[in-house]
């Protein structure tokens, strides 16, 4: 009885879902039809974008650990698949390979990167994504050094009999729209799965999840990985979008992108990056129209954000919105009354005492 | 640089040394403000490199600018960093102390943002270099290799300003103040200190600290708007490697960090920089508390 009524006041929630889901699609299929070849440019970056903050809330909002070094694993995917595309023109290839690339890296170095959590792990990540920087930087015989990859091809999607030609940008934005929309379907579900509830479990009580006897560590790592293997894909993406692969991809200041973006539009929520991510480029379309100084209206923003409005947007269109809600108990991907006391919502620090590591004496 | 396939001698070494050396002590200055505000407050202050680039500012503008004496521009440019530094405490950092670490990083990085925009809007967006002052014209000669004085000059600071902070802290009550509210608040608070304005002072003195080595970089290095960023990374890496909170691991993890880039370059020309990455993380890896932490 008690389950027959939980899936029925779930279901108009998640039809709700659905159809906003579907609505946003239609939206963003219109986009090239409407705004032309800039918009079409422009939609083309957000989903990019969008697709690299998803991947990266996966740690930071439902893992609670905050990553400074995606930016490596984005431009690892995006070197190995021009330099693979270079070689042999082959779509799949050329994906299959960055992606791979970004994978079996961020394994590696997550392996080293979960051990910790806090700013120790914040601090683990950016010297491994600058360290990733670097080799780009200086190994000019295969990265080309500071002139990065150029040129590099966009060939057909092939499957099979079906061809289908991508070195048209309406084309290739469709191609784009699938990618991130199929990208972020299996995030969706991830984060709804006992994956995802194990990872939210760790991010509030790393003690009560080691106790119920789930591996710590594992649990982190394939969340790492994951994280790794989509902002490979988001790079790969970008690297056939604008032809070229540049050292920045890797800069740390390119992984505070995703980190904004999630910010504004909300931590604790699953659609809070994406949001995010759309208000930071159209606010900023908008803006640099009118003033040269965009860089201090967004930090301006970033700090009243941090000090006033931790939820996001996202967050607080639910509270006026409650329909939008996801209800407790399917993924709990941030209620409101859940959310005051997690540390990535943005409340006080769980343990107020910090370990003594953290503050060693003068 | 060396040319290809010379032998390595002894002199090389040394005035190699003499370089890290003078590099160490810029960015100890930086290192130890970020630490002591870590240490003592909490707060890991992403945005700490941008008063290094304020105080180059500062100290261009009223060297170059208002032609004051090279000495009284160095204090000036740590004095007004010190007290946008002391400004921001007083309105921002303060309500950040208890929120969790990944909000006050980001934080403190929209504050990176903001700074560099309002000094591009100030001073502009060219690379500015003032010229040598005349005291510092002119080099030394050490085992037949030249080295600027002023780089000795760097060094000399550098000493200093460690020893009287080192002194100030043991030795002074202000120093036992800032130590028992480092080490516990509460108690602190409870034996009738006043914590607040501890923090502020303490941040006054970090922002000064790292206006006064950004002011100290002028002659040396041409200032822009980026530098903030890139002089943070360096400051974090000093940090960890000598362990967050923890100034004489600070003092450690510059000298490593600034020796670790000039034989970078003599030994791996090219790859100094991942050469530190790697120190950092290992040092992460192995001993997170930094070298100097304890458990």
């Not at chain 1, 659905?18 to 409407?34: E, K, Q």
Request: net charge neutral; hydrophobic share 55%; glycine share 12%.
């Amino acid at each position: 009885m008690l389950e027959q009524k939980q899936t029925s006041t779930m279901w108009p929630h998640r039809l709700v879902r659905y159809t906003l889901f579907g609505i946003i699609i239609m939206v963003l299929s219109i986009i090239p039809w409407a705004f032309g070849s800039y918009g079409t440019w422009l939609g083309s970056n957000v989903l990019i974008l969008a697709l690299f903050a998803v991947s990266f809330n996966l740690l930071l909002g439902y893992s609670g650990l905050l990553s400074f070094g995606q930016a490596g694993f984005f431009a690892v995917g995006a070197y190995v698949c021009a330099k693979v595309l270079i070689a042999v023109p082959w779509l799949i290839l050329g994906l299959a390979s960055g992606v791979l690339a970004a994978a079996l890296l961020s394994l590696v170095l997550g392996c080293l990167c979960v051990r910790h959590t806090r700013i120790y792990f914040s601090m683990l990540t950016l010297a491994f994504g600058m360290m990733i920087h670097s080799v780009i930087w200086k190994w000019r015989a295969v990265t080309g050094g500071d002139d990065g990859l150029v040129n590099v091809p966009r060939p057909p999607l092939s499957l099979g009999l079906f061809q289908l030609e991508l070195n048209n940008d309406v084309t290739y934005y469709y191609f784009l729209l699938l990618c991130t929309a199929i990208g972020v379907y299996l995030l969706w579900r991830l984060v709804n799965s006992p994956l995802g509830l194990a990872l939210q479990g760790l991010r509030d009580s790393e003690q009560r999840v080691a106790f119920s006897g789930l591996s710590v560590y594992r649990y982190r790592l394939v969340a790492f990985t994951i994280a790794g293997s989509v902002a490979g894909f988001a790079g790969t993406l970008m690297v056939m979008l604008t032809k070229y692969a540049y050292p920045d991809m890797a800069h740390w200041t390119f992984s505070a992108e995703p980190i904004m973006a999630t910010l504004m539009g909300g931590v604790s929520t699953f659609a809070g990056p994406i949001v995010g991510v759309l208000i930071l480029y159209f606010a900023k379309e908008i803006i640099v129209r009118f003033t040269e100084y965009w860089l201090l209206l967004l930090g301006s923003t970033v700090v009243v954000l941090v000090l006033g409005f931790r939820g996001g947007v996202v967050m607080a269109l639910q509270q006026s919105l409650p329909f939008l809600a996801t209800p407790a108990g399917e993924g709990g991907t941030g209620t409101v009354s859940e959310g005051e006391t997690n540390p990535t919502t943005g409340g006080t620090r769980p343990d107020a005492e910090p370990p003594p590591a953290d503050r060693s004496s003068l | 640089m060396r040319a290809k396939g010379a032998e390595l001698s002894l002199a090389d070494v040394i005035n190699q040394g003499l370089v890290g050396l003078s590099l160490s002590m810029d960015l100890w200055l930086v290192a130890a403000g970020l630490t002591i505000a870590f240490g003592v407050a909490g707060v890991l202050n992403f945005a700490h490199g941008s008063f290094y680039m304020l105080g180059a500012y500062f100290g261009y503008t009223f060297y170059q600018g208002l032609e004051l004496n090279f000495w009284l521009s160095l204090l000036g440019a740590a004095i007004c960093t010190g007290l946008i530094g002391l400004i921001l405490e007083i309105t921002l950092f303060r309500r950040i102390y208890k929120l969790d670490v990944a909000y006050q990083l980001i934080l403190t990085f929209g504050f990176i943002l903001i700074l560099g925009d309002l000094a591009k809007m100030v001073w502009g967006s060219m690379f500015l270099l003032a010229p040598m002052p005349e005291v510092f014209q002119g080099m030394i000669t050490v085992m037949g290799r030249t080295f600027p004085y002023y780089s000795l000059f760097v060094i000399g600071a550098g000493i200093t300003v460690g020893v009287l902070m080192w002194m100030a802290l043991e030795w002074g009550w202000w120093g036992k103040i800032v130590r028992a509210t480092a080490a516990d608040r509460e108690m602190a608070e409870s034996m009738g200190i006043n914590t607040a304005l501890t923090f502020s002072a303490v941040f006054l003195f970090a922002a000064a600290l790292a206006g006064l080595a950004g002011a100290m970089s002028i002659p040396w290095r041409a200032v822009d708007t980026g530098v903030g960023t890139a002089i943070i990374i360096q400051a974090f890496i000093i940090t960890v490697i000598g362990g967050l909170g923890n100034l004489k691991g600070a003092f450690v993890g510059a000298l490593i960090v600034g020796l670790a880039s000039a034989y970078g370059i003599l030994f791996f020309p090219g790859m100094q920089l991942f050469v530190i990455y790697v120190l950092m993380a290992v040092v992460l890896i192995v001993k997170p508390e930094g070298l100097l932490g304890e458990r």
